[in-house]
């Protein structure tokens, strides 16, 4: 007999349900007034169309299918396939829950089924934190726990949006999400980490964010597990949990978020397989077979009218009771809408046909949840049938957005619950000697960032460790005074103690009596409650690249800390802990989308570089871009060497060559004419006295920085020193000693009186007269400019410049690599060689300035000298674009950066020191075309650049070592390598 399903509008009913809950306190909770039905879709007659015309062509045994969902895997085999198929054609599926297997494979299989199924299926997926929860190959967002961490909702609804999406390239309609289980029992097996806390309202309003997420963007959300999991010690997949709470508080607690959720629109909800005899006393029955549960609390008392899902009908809490078939017909006639899991479809339909006929239950009630099923099924478009495109699925279902909103969720949720003395973000640099260790795991994504903001030793353990290996490794950090400890091997085990040793504990709360140690779990936060007492900790809540790369951020002041423990662990570390913390704006590190630039468009940064290797204008080197602070671009390309020795890595130190004139000399010049040690208007005799009857003694400090002094543009002086293409002995031999103490380069040592014979020759060096008619010189671009200075401030500050440097900026900047004569600190490995010089050095120079002039300075000169990786320059940059403060170091104000860095002359585009576009529009010079003009910089005849665009807040810095093995390959410069990428980054901005 087939039922004619009536379309028309015959009128409004209002139902009014007599009855309240008393929550604590005796607060009287009301529930919604009207009856809603989140099914019923804008266009709701041709949606009862459709449901008709599906409904009035197949028979009621067909039909019936509609109720049950089976589970499908795309990592099984072709019996598996084909058994999936057969109750498709034969039972007349209603659709089918996928778990584990890849993304492609089961769009596939997706596309088989759907081409089989003669009522389009729903296809479902329990993906609580994205469908990577069940597929290889995705990004994973997030657990429930992590998520209840955040200050507001707006992500959890992104990450709904985004999981929506996937969702959607995948076919599927349903998500079995959210977990809206208030989870008080910290000993809870199933729930735990699934939940996102243990405030009703918070679980409410994290749900609700969830829900609208997925149900806004055409996913149907489903809430879970009714009427409340959170309060267990035991696992419903293994066995039937036992919950003593009376009726009154479930209902004030577990069930305020279904309340809240259905007042928005909850389209779903999931029953679970729990014994609560204040809801139903009769032993061992599962709420899901509770008549009482389903139909009366959850569809009439709560007014629910949406989709009533069992949990998995395979699960012990209800199949160690009943067989298949018998679970089944039970789950439906206690009101469930939809069997999820059935182990036996057939069986189960012939025991559902067989209690209509003995009157059990009613045909009425059954094809009044197959119509359910079908308003569902229109609700989630699949009145139209669509095939999924299998073209690049991989790739759509992530991408730079759906990393950058990943890298957000985990940034915002990491939570200092405990910093005495308000150690954290980290200040003073100079004055902490740092060591990490990581206990339990891989922590090398950890320790490599938290290189990137001083100088650390690392250390690694496994947990556990013997009593030997712990006092060795004590004896070790004894050196340090701060220690950042990473938890990495921490699991989920309630009954195992998360897997923490008590071990590592004692080493940390020893560690902690000593020095600072600053501890981040990576793990469960329930497991904090073994670091009671820990003065620095942080919850990262997770272990993972994301969490591993955000952590030292926060440590740091690279971000602020915004998250909030969702739960209660300890006595000490309460729901509420943690909390806004600000950093310290110093450089972060995240995807150009963040920044709103175009990782595809600065991808052709690439094919510049690869292009550059390939014509061999340079073996190697290093690109980094910075936007607003935040590092979104910094990659590594080739070797140190056309013999491929050796990758190149963003941590590769470089030779700076000329780009010491900024980030050395005129950085030491600007700090003291902020101060008022130094007029820029003064004669330089009257700094240095002895050049008062010279040459030079009349030159004025801002005509030198300037270019402008008349000084000759280049002396070779290294060629006083060699005759006949040998060195002079009286300045050169290949061992050291006391006469011979200056290491020029690698066996090769210089008398000690060298520096004094070069700094006479320069002193002594002719000066170009100003043209005819003219009292000012012409531009003449210059080293001699730098020695000049470089003289000018250390007899201001009386301290060699690399010293004062070092204390006074690259130091308190956490620039440990960031300096002079770097073979001296650094193994050689660590940096890329120069030239196979054979007119001077003879030999390949490596860890040694290139300039021979600057080698002759023992490596310290004004014009050249200095080495640092791509991450010390934006540092040094950022600084100079926050006006002169970095990481809570002051340097100078803006208006000395501003000074410095403007166009000094009409003669040429120079600031003070610093090097800056072409006046000419469309002419970068240097720099990119499209650098603005008030951009400033420096390159280096190594094959080096360094601008900072003040206008945009742009950072781009280019290392290579060009001039490997000869200086005089030119390719770089002439094909316009810098110039090309720069201009790439102003491309990614778009319009």
């Known amino acids: 007999m087939r039922r004619k399903v009536w379309t028309g509008f015959f009128g409004l009913f209002v139902i009014f349900q007599i009855y309240a809950f008393v929550g604590k306190g005796g607060e009287e909770i009301k529930d919604p007034l009207e009856s809603r039905d989140p099914l019923v879709t804008k266009d709701h007659r041709r949606q009862m169309e459709w449901v008709d015309s599906i409904f009035n062509h197949q028979s009621f045994e067909e039909r019936l299918g509609q109720l049950f969902m089976v589970a499908a895997y795309s990592n099984k085999n072709e019996s598996h396939k084909q058994e999936i198929a057969k109750l498709i054609k034969e039972q007349h599926l209603g659709g089918l829950i996928f778990f584990q297997g890849g993304p492609v494979r089961q769009a596939d299989l997706t596309n088989y089924y759907q081409s089989i199924s003669k009522t389009p299926l729903f296809i479902a997926m329990d993906a609580e934190w994205g469908i990577s929860m069940r597929l290889d190959s995705v990004m994973a967002f997030p657990k429930a726990m992590t998520l209840g961490a955040l200050p507001t909702e707006e992500l959890i609804y992104e990450m709904g949006k985004e999981v929506a999406r996937q969702f959607k390239e995948m076919g599927m309609h349903i998500n079995f999400a959210p977990v809206v289980d208030v989870n008080s029992n910290p000993k809870n097996p199933v729930i735990g980490y699934r939940a996102f806390g ?337 003065q620095h900790n942080i919850l990262a809540f997770e272990n993972n690249e994301f969490t591993q790369r955000l952590a030292p951020e926060i440590i740091f002041g690279g971000r602020d800390a915004k998250g909030i423990l969702s739960v209660t662990v300890s006595e000490n570390l309460l729901m509420g802990s943690g909390g806004y913390l600000k950093g310290l704006n110093r450089l972060s590190y995240t995807l150009p989308e963040s920044q709103g630039m175009d990782s595809r468009e600065l991808a052709k940064i690439d094919e510049v570089m690869e292009k550059a290797i390939a014509k061999k204008a340079m073996p190697g080197g290093v690109v980094l871009v910075a936007h607003k602070g935040k590092v979104v671009f910094e990659k590594a390309y080739g070797y140190y060497d056309y013999k491929k020795s050796q990758k190149v890595t963003t941590e590769t130190i470089y030779d700076l060559a000329s780009i010491t004139k900024v980030l050395a000399t005129t950085q030491m010049v600007m700090f003291l004419e902020n101060r008022g040690l130094i007029e820029m208007n003064r004669p330089i005799s009257r700094y240095l006295p002895e050049l008062k009857n010279t040459n030079k003694g009349d030159m004025i400090l801002s005509d030198i920085m300037a270019h402008e002094a ?102 308190p900047l956490g620039l440990y690599t960031l300096g002079f004569n770097p073979a001296r600190k650094f193994p050689v490995s660590d940096i890329a060689p120069t030239e196979e010089d054979v007119t001077f050095r003879k030999r390949m120079v490596q860890g040694y300035v290139h300039d021979q002039g600057a080698a002759m300075y023992n490596g310290v000169a004004g014009h050249a000298g200095l080495f640092g990786k791509a991450n010390d320059l934006a540092v040094m940059m950022q600084m100079m674009l926050q006006g002169g403060e970095y990481g809570g170091v002051n340097l100078f104000e803006e208006k000395t950066i501003k000074q410095f860095t403007k166009r000094q002359s009409s003669q040429s585009r120079r600031g003070w020191g610093w090097d800056k576009p072409n006046v000419e529009k469309g002419n970068g010079g240097s720099a990119g075309n499209l650098a603005p003009k008030s951009t400033f910089g420096h390159t280096g005849f190594t094959g080096t650049c360094v601008w900072a665009d003040p206008d945009n807040d742009l950072i781009y810095v280019f290392l290579s070592n060009r001039v490997h093995p000869d200086a005089n390959n030119n390719i770089l410069l002439k094909d316009g390598v810098r110039t090309q990428i720069h201009d790439i980054i102003y491309k990614s901005f778009g319009k």
């Open 198 to 534: 243990e405030e009703k309202r918070l679980v409410a309003r994290k749900s609700i964010a969830y829900m609208k997420g997925l149900q806004d963007h055409g996913v149907m959300a489903n809430a879970k597990h009714f009427p409340g999991h959170g309060d267990t010690e035991t696992d419903s997949h293994y066995s039937l949990p036992f919950i003593k709470h009376s009726e009154s508080r479930i209902k004030d607690i577990d069930l305020y978020p279904y309340r809240e959720l259905i007042e928005e629109d909850l389209m779903s909800v999931m029953v679970a397989h729990l014994y609560i005899p204040s809801l139903d006393s009769e032993k061992n029955k599962a709420t899901t077979l509770s008549k009482y549960v389903v139909t009366d609390l959850l569809k009439k008392q709560m007014n629910f009218n949406g989709l009533v899902f069992t949990d998995a009908l395979n699960m012990k809490g209800v199949s160690s009771f009943y067989k298949p078939g018998e679970v089944d017909l039970l789950a439906l006639q206690a009101g469930n809408d939809i069997l999820l899991y059935s182990q036996d479809v057939p069986k189960a339909k012939a025991m559902i046909i067989q209690a209509i006929a003995e009157g059990k239950i009613s045909q009425q009630e059954i094809d009044d949840r197959i119509i359910k099923v079908l308003k569902a099924k229109y609700w989630a478009g699949l009145h139209q049938r669509k095939k999924i495109d299998t073209k690049k699925l991989v790739e759509r279902l992530g991408g730079p957005s759906t990393e950058l909103l990943i890298e957000k969720l985990y940034a915002d949720a990491i939570t200092v619950t405990s910093n005495k003395n308000e150690l954290l973000p980290l200040k003073n640099l100079d004055l902490l000697n740092m060591a990490s260790l990581t206990i339990g795991g891989d922590g090398k994504i950890f320790q490599n960032k938290l290189s990137k903001y001083g100088k650390f030793d690392h250390y690694e353990v496994p947990k556990g460790s013997d009593a030997a290996s712990l006092k060795s490794l004590e004896e070790k950090l004894s050196a340090y005074n701060t220690v950042v400890v990473g938890l990495m091997g921490v699991t989920n085990s309630t009954t195992r103690e998360f897997g923490i040793n008590s071990s590592d504990i004692n080493l940390i709360a020893k560690l902690g009596r000593e020095k600072n140690v600053i501890t981040v779990l990576f793990g469960n936060s329930y497991s904090a409650k073994y670091l009671n007492g820990v």
């Open 710 to 811: 008349g000084l000759v543009a280049f002396i070779p002086h290294y060629a006083k020193t060699v005759e006949a293409g040998s060195w002079k002995k009286e300045y050169y031999q290949d061992k050291p000693d006391v006469q011979y103490a200056m290491a020029v380069s690698n066996d090769m040592y210089g008398i000690s009186s060298l520096k004094d014979s070069l700094w006479r020759w320069t002193v002594d060096s002719n000066v170009k007269s100003p043209e005819p008619g003219k009292r000012n010189h012409n531009y003449v671009y210059s080293d001699l400019t730098m020695y000049l200075m470089q003289a000018v401030v250390e007899r201001i500050v009386n301290q060699p410049m690399d010293e004062f440097m070092d204390q006074n900026f690259y130091g």
